[in-house]
């Protein structure tokens, strides 16, 4: 018994019936070119005349539920006076029909429930009287409701309060089941939003995959090339400025992507996207000499072969490689290979493991190899990255090369 009553003690139960009630309200003004046809027949009966203003107004006020601001707005207040989530309106302006049928319901129920409301509070004021000693009673449409003097009057009246709060629970809760159906999206409409949802993920990972990889590389190298050129600066004043031309050179390659990336996420037209490929190879590693680590390439096959962004992707597993290295290694060599064969582009980075990083002990976020993961993943490749030998680190990539059409 309290569940049931529950509803009529809410605020927003009233604040739906509100909403109703604006939308009779609203519909007011077109009440008058609706009687426009009736009034131009005035030989005809008086019950076809009310049956053609009704039906007039009807089709006047379906027209105005045709108009894409009408759904914006009858979306809005739902929202926050029936407190249904509802997206915002397709671009596409779809829903127009359903829209219309929605404000039809709408006007409807709010002049059903308006005049309902109206009688039932008169009735709840009037019928009362008779606790004064006085006649109280109601008369509507030739009918007259009359109660006794004393408790019968009081217990109509409160029946009438009762059935006036039944009626906005009724209204609201039939307002709320309505509006997802014909203000929210079609079937064909959460597709299509689940589409794009779905691309924009997947368009912010590899944005976040790209500035993972450059600038966490450009970051780890400049790093090390600072304590470099700090070191040697009195010492070797030639190592220091090579190591400084070479945070240049990093620093300006990591610019061009943050400001790609940066006009992406605003959403803003960004210019032409970084294409690093293999060919950007010999200036990645000689970036990676500068920071004093001995990088040892081995490069096989027509690396002319690999376009587009399977070389693209090349590079940023080379990359993110490189920088693992430059993180996490020992001092000693990198093997750096690079093979293409006719149908398959192997990749690899071999580092020395231990102590005596130095400088090269960086923090990890853990990001780096499940970036490289999902990128392989949707190249269709293989990745192996783990010990390989003792005192040794290997990170392989198989990729395959597609055919030439």
């Known amino acids: 018994m309290i569940r049931g009553i529950r509803p009529l003690l809410r605020g927003s139960t009233y604040a739906g019936m509100l909403f109703a009630s604006c939308g009779a309200l609203a519909s007011l003004p077109l009440l008058p070119f609706a009687a426009l046809p009736a009034l131009a027949w ?18 006047l006020i379906g027209a105005v539920g045709l108009a894409r601001s009408t759904r914006r707005v009858l979306v809005a207040g739902a929202r926050r006076l029936l407190g249904v989530p509802l997206p915002d309106p397709a671009a596409s302006g779809t829903g127009h029909r359903r829209t219309a049928l929605w404000l039809l319901l709408h006007v409807a129920l709010g002049w059903a429930g308006a005049v309902a409301g109206f009688v039932l509070l008169l009735a709840a004021v009037t019928l009362p009287g008779g606790w004064l000693g ?3 009673g109601l008369s509507l449409f030739g009918r007259s409701v009359r109660p006794e003097p004393g408790w019968p009057g009081g217990a109509a009246a409160l029946c009438c309060l ?18 997802p159906g014909l203000l929210g999206p079609s079937p064909a409409e959460r597709l299509a939003l689940a589409a794009e949802r779905e691309l924009r993920l997947a368009e912010r990972n590899r944005l976040a995959h790209e500035l993972h990889d450059s600038i966490g590389h450009t970051l780890t190298a400049t790093t090390i090339q600072a304590a470099v050129a700090g070191e040697v600066l009195s010492a070797d004043p030639a190592a220091a400025r090579a190591a400084m031309r070479g945070i240049e050179e990093s620093t300006r390659a990591a610019l061009e992507d943050l400001d790609y990336v940066l006009g992406v996420l605003r959403e803003e037209k960004a210019g032409t996207a970084p294409t690093r490929t293999l060919a950007d190879l ?23 072969r690999v376009q587009g962004t399977l070389s693209r992707a090349a590079y940023r597993i080379l990359q993110e490689g490189l920088t693992n290295a430059l993180r996490h290694g020992a001092d000693g060599p990198i093997g750096v290979r690079v093979a293409a064969a006719p149908d398959v582009l192997e990749l690899s980075v071999v580092n020395r493991t231990g102590r005596g990083a130095g400088p090269r002990a960086f923090p990890t976020s853990g990001h780096g190899l499940s970036g490289l993961t999902e990128r392989v993943r949707l ?27």
């Open 379 to 405: 190249l269709h490749g293989e990745i192996e990255c783990g010990p390989a030998g003792p005192g040794h680190w290997r990170l392989a990539v198989r990729l395959p090369i597609p055919l030439p059409a």
């Open 162 to 179: 009762l059935l006036t709060t039944t009626l906005c629970a009724v209204v609201t809760r039939t307002l709320r089941w309505a509006a």
């Open 134 to 136: 006085a006649e109280a």
């Open 282 to 304: 010999p200036g990645l590693l000689d970036r990676v000499r500068h920071t004093g680590a001995v990088v040892e390439p081995e490069l096989s096959g027509d690396l002319t």
């Open 42 to 59: 005035p030989s005809a009966p008086y019950g076809v005349q009310v049956v053609l203003t009704l039906l007039v107004w009807a089709v």
